[in-house]
DNA sequence: TCCGCTACCATGCGACACAAGGTACCTGTC
DNA sequence: GACAGGTACCTTGTGTCGCATGGTAGCGGA
Protein backbone atom coordinates (compact mmCIF):
# COMPACT_ATOMS: atom_id res chain seq x y z
CA UNK A 1 0.00 0.00 0.00
CA UNK A 2 1.37 3.05 -0.85
CA UNK A 3 -0.99 4.73 2.22
CA UNK A 4 2.47 3.23 4.37
CA UNK A 5 4.16 6.65 3.39
CA UNK A 6 1.44 8.47 5.54
CA UNK A 7 1.99 6.27 8.76
CA UNK A 8 5.66 7.30 8.29
CA UNK A 9 4.94 11.10 8.74
CA UNK A 10 2.20 10.27 11.48
CA UNK A 11 4.79 8.35 13.90
CA UNK A 12 7.00 11.14 13.45
CA UNK A 13 6.78 12.72 16.98
CA UNK A 14 4.13 10.30 19.03
CA UNK A 15 7.10 7.40 18.29
CA UNK A 16 9.36 8.52 21.02
CA UNK A 17 6.00 8.98 23.80
CA UNK A 18 5.10 5.61 22.75
CA UNK A 19 7.59 3.95 23.33
CA UNK A 20 8.06 6.18 26.73
CA UNK A 21 4.25 5.03 27.37
CA UNK A 22 5.32 1.20 27.06
CA UNK A 23 8.34 1.93 29.32
CA UNK A 24 6.15 3.05 32.32
CA UNK A 25 6.65 0.59 35.13
CA UNK A 26 8.32 -1.91 32.95
CA UNK A 27 12.19 -2.02 31.91
CA UNK A 28 11.91 -3.45 28.66
CA UNK A 29 15.19 -3.70 25.92
CA UNK A 30 15.66 -2.43 22.12
CA UNK A 31 14.86 -5.49 20.40
CA UNK A 32 11.74 -6.17 22.80
CA UNK A 33 10.09 -3.08 21.54
CA UNK A 34 10.57 -3.22 18.10
CA UNK A 35 8.24 -6.46 18.29
CA UNK A 36 6.10 -4.95 21.24
CA UNK A 37 5.41 -1.66 18.18
CA UNK A 38 5.43 -4.64 15.63
CA UNK A 39 1.78 -5.50 16.64
CA UNK A 40 0.34 -2.06 16.98
CA UNK A 41 -1.25 -0.90 13.86
CA UNK A 42 0.74 2.15 12.15
CA UNK A 43 3.37 1.46 14.77
CA UNK A 44 5.66 -1.01 13.28
CA UNK A 45 9.12 0.14 13.17
CA UNK A 46 12.85 -1.07 12.91
CA UNK A 47 16.12 -1.44 15.38
CA UNK A 48 17.47 1.33 12.99
CA UNK A 49 14.72 3.73 14.55
CA UNK A 50 14.72 2.60 17.74
CA UNK A 51 18.33 2.72 18.98
CA UNK A 52 18.84 6.29 17.86
CA UNK A 53 15.39 7.22 19.59
CA UNK A 54 16.23 5.39 23.11
CA UNK A 55 19.90 6.91 22.33
CA UNK A 56 18.30 10.57 22.54
CA UNK A 57 15.89 9.65 25.65
CA UNK A 58 18.80 8.88 27.27
CA UNK A 59 20.38 12.10 26.58
CA UNK A 60 17.90 13.81 27.66
CA UNK A 61 17.53 12.23 31.07
CA UNK A 62 14.23 10.51 30.31
CA UNK A 63 15.30 6.84 30.75
CA UNK A 64 17.55 5.05 32.46
CA UNK A 65 19.61 2.21 31.21
CA UNK A 66 21.16 -1.00 32.75
CA UNK A 67 22.66 -4.56 31.61
CA UNK A 68 21.55 -7.39 31.99
CA UNK A 69 22.56 -11.22 31.20
CA UNK A 70 20.18 -12.80 29.02
CA UNK A 71 19.72 -16.47 29.48
CA UNK A 72 19.74 -17.27 26.31
CA UNK A 73 22.00 -14.91 23.20
CA UNK A 74 23.75 -11.45 24.13
CA UNK A 75 23.52 -9.50 27.03
CA UNK A 76 20.61 -7.14 26.89
CA UNK A 77 20.67 -3.08 27.18
CA UNK A 78 17.31 -2.84 29.40
CA UNK A 79 15.69 0.75 29.43
CA UNK A 80 13.49 2.43 32.45
CA UNK A 81 11.58 5.55 32.61
CA UNK A 82 12.49 7.92 35.26
CA UNK A 83 10.21 10.28 36.81
CA UNK A 84 11.09 13.18 34.39
CA UNK A 85 10.43 10.87 31.56
CA UNK A 86 6.97 10.03 33.58
CA UNK A 87 5.96 13.58 33.71
CA UNK A 88 7.11 14.51 29.53
CA UNK A 89 4.82 11.74 28.73
CA UNK A 90 1.70 13.20 30.62
CA UNK A 91 2.86 16.83 29.17
CA UNK A 92 2.86 15.12 25.64
CA UNK A 93 -0.92 13.21 26.61
CA UNK A 94 -2.17 16.33 27.11
CA UNK A 95 -1.07 17.88 24.26
CA UNK A 96 -1.53 14.83 21.98
CA UNK A 97 -5.32 15.25 22.80
CA UNK A 98 -5.43 18.79 22.09
CA UNK A 99 -4.03 18.49 18.97
CA UNK A 100 -6.00 15.34 17.84
CA UNK A 101 -9.24 17.43 19.09
CA UNK A 102 -7.80 19.91 16.34
CA UNK A 103 -7.30 18.28 13.71
CA UNK A 104 -10.77 15.93 13.78
CA UNK A 105 -12.41 19.56 14.24
CA UNK A 106 -11.24 20.04 10.61
CA UNK A 107 -11.37 17.23 8.82
CA UNK A 108 -14.86 16.85 10.18
CA UNK A 109 -15.46 20.10 8.91
CA UNK A 110 -13.71 18.89 4.94
CA UNK A 111 -16.34 16.21 5.11
CA UNK A 112 -19.40 18.89 5.29
CA UNK A 113 -18.09 20.31 2.80
CA UNK B 1 6.59 27.44 25.45
CA UNK B 2 8.52 24.42 25.06
CA UNK B 3 6.02 22.19 23.95
CA UNK B 4 5.56 24.17 20.55
CA UNK B 5 8.32 21.55 19.32
CA UNK B 6 6.23 18.83 20.05
CA UNK B 7 3.58 20.10 17.82
CA UNK B 8 6.18 20.37 15.04
CA UNK B 9 6.32 17.24 14.68
CA UNK B 10 3.20 16.37 14.93
CA UNK B 11 1.80 18.39 12.05
CA UNK B 12 4.02 16.39 10.00
CA UNK B 13 1.69 14.65 7.63
CA UNK B 14 -1.27 15.89 8.75
CA UNK B 15 -0.65 19.44 7.87
CA UNK B 16 -1.41 18.61 4.36
CA UNK B 17 -4.33 17.04 4.50
CA UNK B 18 -6.07 19.61 6.67
CA UNK B 19 -5.48 22.21 4.13
CA UNK B 20 -7.09 19.95 1.81
CA UNK B 21 -9.97 19.69 4.18
CA UNK B 22 -10.80 23.61 4.32
CA UNK B 23 -10.23 23.54 0.66
CA UNK B 24 -13.26 21.26 0.58
CA UNK B 25 -16.50 22.59 -1.25
CA UNK B 26 -14.84 26.18 -0.58
CA UNK B 27 -11.89 27.79 -2.82
CA UNK B 28 -9.48 29.42 -0.46
CA UNK B 29 -5.74 31.46 -1.45
CA UNK B 30 -2.39 30.77 0.27
CA UNK B 31 -2.67 33.45 2.97
CA UNK B 32 -6.19 33.14 3.64
CA UNK B 33 -4.94 29.12 5.01
CA UNK B 34 -1.98 30.85 7.07
CA UNK B 35 -4.49 32.75 9.11
CA UNK B 36 -7.38 30.07 9.25
CA UNK B 37 -4.82 27.75 10.83
CA UNK B 38 -3.62 30.17 12.71
CA UNK B 39 -6.99 30.19 14.59
CA UNK B 40 -6.50 26.32 15.32
CA UNK B 41 -4.70 25.15 18.44
CA UNK B 42 -1.92 23.04 18.12
CA UNK B 43 -1.92 24.18 13.91
CA UNK B 44 -0.34 27.72 13.75
CA UNK B 45 1.80 27.71 10.70
CA UNK B 46 3.50 30.80 8.35
CA UNK B 47 3.83 31.30 4.63
CA UNK B 48 6.74 29.57 4.39
CA UNK B 49 5.10 26.30 5.16
CA UNK B 50 2.16 26.58 3.79
CA UNK B 51 3.25 27.60 -0.17
CA UNK B 52 5.74 24.64 -0.57
CA UNK B 53 2.65 22.64 0.37
CA UNK B 54 0.18 24.02 -1.69
CA UNK B 55 2.54 23.62 -4.53
CA UNK B 56 3.77 19.55 -3.51
CA UNK B 57 -0.41 19.59 -3.42
CA UNK B 58 -0.67 21.07 -7.06
CA UNK B 59 2.14 18.34 -8.77
CA UNK B 60 0.58 15.55 -7.11
CA UNK B 61 -2.72 16.92 -8.83
CA UNK B 62 -5.03 16.98 -5.34
CA UNK B 63 -5.81 20.91 -6.32
CA UNK B 64 -5.79 23.22 -8.73
CA UNK B 65 -5.63 26.99 -9.19
CA UNK B 66 -7.06 30.06 -10.70
CA UNK B 67 -5.69 33.79 -9.88
CA UNK B 68 -8.54 36.41 -9.31
CA UNK B 69 -7.72 40.26 -8.75
CA UNK B 70 -8.19 41.17 -5.26
CA UNK B 71 -10.58 44.74 -4.65
CA UNK B 72 -7.43 45.12 -2.13
CA UNK B 73 -4.14 44.47 -2.78
CA UNK B 74 -2.27 42.10 -4.92
CA UNK B 75 -4.10 38.94 -7.14
CA UNK B 76 -4.72 36.27 -4.86
CA UNK B 77 -4.22 32.28 -6.31
CA UNK B 78 -7.30 30.44 -5.24
CA UNK B 79 -6.72 26.80 -4.87
CA UNK B 80 -9.50 24.15 -5.00
CA UNK B 81 -9.57 20.76 -4.39
CA UNK B 82 -9.99 17.98 -7.37
CA UNK B 83 -12.03 14.79 -7.00
CA UNK B 84 -8.37 13.15 -6.38
CA UNK B 85 -7.95 15.52 -3.54
CA UNK B 86 -11.51 14.25 -2.02
CA UNK B 87 -10.63 10.40 -2.08
CA UNK B 88 -7.30 11.38 -0.70
CA UNK B 89 -8.98 13.07 1.89
CA UNK B 90 -11.22 9.95 2.26
CA UNK B 91 -8.04 7.56 2.80
CA UNK B 92 -6.26 9.60 5.20
CA UNK B 93 -9.25 10.19 7.48
CA UNK B 94 -9.25 6.82 7.65
CA UNK B 95 -5.59 6.14 8.50
CA UNK B 96 -5.94 8.90 10.72
CA UNK B 97 -8.46 7.28 12.80
CA UNK B 98 -6.68 4.10 13.04
CA UNK B 99 -3.46 5.83 13.90
CA UNK B 100 -5.02 8.04 16.48
CA UNK B 101 -6.63 4.75 17.74
CA UNK B 102 -3.14 3.19 18.44
CA UNK B 103 -1.56 5.62 20.05
CA UNK B 104 -4.23 6.48 22.73
CA UNK B 105 -4.21 2.72 23.68
CA UNK B 106 -0.68 2.84 24.15
CA UNK B 107 -0.94 5.98 25.81
CA UNK B 108 -3.57 4.65 28.31
CA UNK B 109 -1.12 1.27 28.94
CA UNK B 110 1.42 3.66 29.88
CA UNK B 111 -0.76 5.61 32.24
CA UNK B 112 -1.73 2.84 34.30
CA UNK B 113 1.89 1.66 34.38
C1' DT C 1 7.82 60.01 -0.24
C1' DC C 2 8.09 56.41 2.79
C1' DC C 3 6.20 53.09 5.86
C1' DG C 4 3.33 49.13 6.52
C1' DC C 5 0.12 45.79 4.96
C1' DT C 6 -1.27 42.10 1.77
C1' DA C 7 0.11 38.39 -1.06
C1' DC C 8 3.07 35.68 -3.62
C1' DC C 9 7.33 32.66 -3.86
C1' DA C 10 12.33 30.51 -3.28
C1' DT C 11 16.37 28.90 -0.58
C1' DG C 12 18.67 26.57 3.07
C1' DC C 13 18.54 24.18 7.44
C1' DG C 14 17.48 20.86 11.06
C1' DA C 15 14.96 17.08 13.06
C1' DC C 16 13.66 12.59 12.57
C1' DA C 17 12.33 7.91 10.60
C1' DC C 18 14.38 4.43 8.06
C1' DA C 19 17.35 1.39 5.05
C1' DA C 20 21.56 -0.78 5.05
C1' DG C 21 25.39 -2.49 7.08
C1' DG C 22 28.54 -3.89 10.92
C1' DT C 23 29.88 -6.28 15.45
C1' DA C 24 29.46 -9.84 18.84
C1' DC C 25 27.56 -13.69 21.31
C1' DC C 26 24.99 -18.04 21.63
C1' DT C 27 22.97 -22.47 19.76
C1' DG C 28 22.54 -26.25 16.80
C1' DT C 29 24.27 -29.08 12.92
C1' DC C 30 27.47 -31.46 10.06
C1' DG D 1 35.59 -27.47 15.29
C1' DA D 2 33.74 -24.97 11.55
C1' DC D 3 29.84 -22.56 10.22
C1' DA D 4 25.07 -21.16 9.52
C1' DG D 5 21.42 -18.70 11.77
C1' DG D 6 19.24 -16.23 15.40
C1' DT D 7 19.50 -12.53 18.99
C1' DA D 8 20.82 -8.04 20.30
C1' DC D 9 23.37 -4.09 20.03
C1' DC D 10 24.83 0.07 17.36
C1' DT D 11 26.39 3.43 13.31
C1' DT D 12 26.12 5.79 8.89
C1' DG D 13 23.84 7.83 5.08
C1' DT D 14 19.48 9.35 2.84
C1' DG D 15 14.96 11.52 2.11
C1' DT D 16 11.05 14.13 3.71
C1' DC D 17 8.90 17.96 5.57
C1' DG D 18 8.05 22.03 8.50
C1' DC D 19 10.02 26.34 9.12
C1' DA D 20 13.11 30.52 9.36
C1' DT D 21 14.60 33.81 6.40
C1' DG D 22 14.46 36.78 2.82
C1' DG D 23 12.96 38.73 -1.58
C1' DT D 24 9.34 40.85 -5.00
C1' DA D 25 5.39 43.69 -5.88
C1' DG D 26 1.04 46.41 -5.47
C1' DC D 27 -1.88 49.36 -2.63
C1' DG D 28 -3.19 52.88 1.02
C1' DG D 29 -2.30 56.20 4.66
C1' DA D 30 0.82 59.70 7.19
Known amino acids: MVAEKVFTQLRRGTLEF ?8 EPRYGFEL ?10 VTTEGTIYP ?8 GLVETSWR ?6 PRRYYTSTAE ?4 LAAFT ?3 QRFCASVDAILENGRRG
Do not use: H, M, T, Y
Not at 34 to 43: Q, R, T, Y
Not at 53 to 60: K, N, Q
Not at 85 to 88: C, R, S
Open 18 to 25: CVLALLQG
Open 34 to 43: VKALGEVDGL
Open 53 to 60: LLARLRRE
Open 69 to 74: ESESGP
Open 85 to 88: GGQA
Open 94 to 96: ADW
